[in-house]
């Protein structure tokens, strides 16, 4: 008996372990919003990694999954997905549809209609938060609405790195 769970019951433990640290890591996720479009379509499934930030912290052009105070019908915090415009220290502004990012513009290819619309002040991203917008500027719930601000550190949930549906464009987002 002793040599059967020695020759099973260890590979089984360490498999099983591997497994929860792998789960707790990568999570799958849903998509069903367009705030994303083009670079990430409406019922897509992605995956996000929480791994990038245990130890470091976003970079721009990140594409974050972050807990928001905003309920959903089920009363729960309801969960965005953005990419990261500006880091901490940076001062944001939006002019004539382009985004500086302290006084530079940003070249921003992946921006639906290629224009973000409306005015915003120059805004200073605070110590530990970022500020984030959708790619699809017109539609996105981002930080240039007070409802969500800018995102605390301690807030983000993780970084979409992967595609896996839809099939056509399974892979990593770019």
Known sequence: MKRIINEYGKPILFALLIAILVTSMIRPTLVREYSMYPTIVPYSYIIVNKLPYIFGTPAYDDIIVFNTDIDTEHGEGRRLIKRVIGVAGDTIEIKNGKVYRNGEVLEEDYVYGGVTPGEMGPVVVSENHVFVMGDNRPVS??????????????????????????????GVIK
């Open 141 to 170: 719930l981002d930080s240039r609405d007070a409802a969500v601000g800018e995102v605390a550190l301690e807030d983000i949930f993780g970084r979409a790195d992967f595609r896996l549906f839809p099939f056509n464009q399974f």
